[in-house]
């Protein structure tokens, strides 16, 4: 039987290398595995180099300051965190210390009596390690089925709001001493997943028919996002660190043993109900096969790397050969040379990446859906029959001899896309974050983002008969994003923006626009999210 051994001070410094000027957030829900991690954490952060670099670093962006403030963060309705609580000027925020390296976030989410226990046991560990600890709280009716779903997107959402808090109060405080966004950190959040996670993840993945990108399961860094709500209409994402992804259980079970700590054990985790649980159990005989959760993990690894070299190649080459037109209108993808030049699984990768963006805020296409399309469109005999199809909230059209030309723009022609109030000085994630539509801080009172329709794109036409000459589809236009008031277009945002992502626009349709724009509102701005960004 193999003995695993607690982790020395020395390899805890390697562990956690490259996150001692990183304030973190440590996930912790009481269990043996998030419980090594707060105690391993927090044995790291007193090392005196650790210390060292973060007071460094806390001094480096309080000193920086050359009258650029950060944008501000829209934290309305949220309460301060509980280590900044006291906290409401820079002079205030100097006098608390700034800001902690490292803090600790638990959620009771109420599912079981023994919940509110846990939080505490929690904190309590925290505090004797001299850790600030926030008890998030799910609030509210719980769902009949698919609750795990249910819960780790409240976790999520609970803990995104407390770090937008942070972010918030952080760049108000900013922007009141007229400091660069050097001032404002970006609280990572670390989670304990381990080498157990990242074998029973691939198993699962490989149980549905993943792909290379499911198949390289959890990735070591990654984005958690909350999305946009009516009170905070633009969506917030938080950078996650999973240090310990490369970690058996055993070693994290073995250092805290070494430690003295204590944990709680989730009765769930012996709930055969759960997939997860059920292919835990098979781990053991797996292992006697060969495939250990080393190995399983491996494998994940080295397919990740993989996934990562085709996804770089697919971003540098997003407006190439990919989307040889891409603006915010719509993407024209040359298919002329596509059996010859692109695979079966890049075109589904690239495929992928054009419905997620033109989709909007519409549901994702199934895997074997956009394989299925994907299958078609590189093969010029049976590219014909695309004729003209809907998937992933895109109208998918192909044009041109020899259906040359496959177009791509989002479906609908705006009826039944989102009217949003936008505020002065506010962002607004509009249509899935298909845009983001910032308004100034001078902007008037009352407006509202909203799609131009296709009644908007035939009176545009009508006033600017130069924009015609860009043969925009009509209904992938009437998509594009406007600024409302009292029912009338003040700002164009969502033309002015897919103008500019056009490669060849004439002068005469530019000159046009121009002296059109000039009598709109200035105060708005959108940006498209585009190819390369998702």
């Known amino acids: 039987m193999v003995e695993f051994s607690p982790f020395s001070d020395e390899e805890l410094a390697v562990l956690f290398r490259g996150l001692e000027r990183t304030p973190l957030a440590l996930a912790v829900s009481g269990g043996a595995d998030s419980m090594a991690l707060m105690h391993m954490v927090a044995r790291w952060a007193r090392r005196s180099e650790v210390r060292a670099a973060w007071l460094q670093r806390s001094q480096a962006a309080a000193a920086l300051s050359d009258h650029a403030a950060p944008q501000g963060i829209d934290w309305t309705g949220l309460a ?9 000027n820079a002079d205030e ?6 800001l902690p390296h490292v803090v600790v976030l638990t959620v009771d989410h109420g599912l079981r009596a023994a919940s509110a226990d846990e939080a505490r046991l929690v904190c309590s560990e925290a505090e004797k390690l001299g850790l ?11 769902p009949a089925t698919g609750v795990q779903d249910a819960a780790r997107n409240a976790r999520r959402d609970l803990m995104c709001d407390v770090l937008r808090a942070e972010r918030g109060l952080l ?21 304990a997943h381990h080498q157990g996670d990242q074998a029973e993840t691939f198993l ?5 028919g993943s792909g290379l990108e499911g198949l390289g399961g959890i990735k070591p860094s990654s984005w958690i996002e909350r999305a946009p709500t009516a009170e905070r209409p633009a969506s917030f994402q938080v950078a996650v660190e999973r240090p310990l992804l490369d970690v058996p259980k055993e070693r994290l079970v073995a250092t805290l043993q070494s430690y003295g700590a204590r944990w709680v054990d989730d009765p769930s985790n012996e709930d055969e109900r759960f997939e997860r649980v059920r292919v835990r159990k098979m781990m053991p005989l797996l292992a006697e096969l060969g495939l250990s959760a080393e190995k399983i993990a491996l494998s994940a690894r080295r397919l990740r790397d993989a996934e990562m070299a085709v996804d770089r190649l697919l971003r540098a080459d997003a407006k190439g050969s990919i989307a040889e037109a891409a603006s915010a209108v719509r993407a024209e993808v040359d298919l002329s040379n596509a059996r010859e030049f692109i695979s079966a699984y890049t075109a589904v990768r690239a495929l992928k990446r054009l419905l997620a963006a033109y989709g909007g805020g519409a549901r994702r296409a199934e895997l074997a859906q956009v394989e299925q399309v994907a299958t ?3 093969d010029w005999k049976a590219r014909e029959g695309i004729g003209s199809l809907t998937l992933g909230g895109c109208k998918i059209e192909c044009h041109g001899e020899g259906g040359r030309w496959l177009r791509i723009y989002r479906e609908g022609a705006g009826v039944g896309l989102p009217v949003i109030p936008i505020l002065a000085g506010q962002s607004v994630d509009w249509d899935g974050r298909r845009f983001t539509v910032r308004a ?7 407006a509202a983002v909203r799609a131009l329709g296709m009644q908007g794109w035939a009176e545009l036409k009508k006033v600017v008969p130069e924009i015609a000459r860009l043969k925009w589809p009509a209904a992938a236009a009437a998509t594009l994003p406007v600024i409302e008031r009292h029912g009338r277009i003040v700002a164009y945002v969502g033309i002015q923006e897919a103008l500019a992502g056009e490669r060849e626009t004439s002068g005469d349709v530019l000159a046009a626009w121009k002296a059109f724009a000039a009598e709109h509102e200035k105060s708005y701005r959108c940006t498209f999210a585009g190819i390369c960004e998702l």
Not at 80 to 88: E, T
Not at 133 to 142: D, P, R
Request: charged share 25%; proline share 3%; glycine share 14%.
């Open 171 to 191: 760049s108000d405080i900013a922007r009141a001493r007229e400091t660069t966004g050097g001032f404002i950190p970006h609280r990572r959040l670390a989670m």
């Open 204 to 208: 699962m993945r490989l149980a549905r």
């Open 80 to 88: 301060k965190p509980l280590w900044l609580r006291d906290v409401g």
């Open 132 to 142: 600030s600890c926030a008890v998030l709280k799910w609030e509210g009716g719980k």
């Open 440 to 446: 100034d801080q001078g902007a008037i009172s009352g």
């Open 376 to 378: 078609q469109a590189v």
């Open 93 to 98: 925020f100097d006098r608390a210390g700034g």
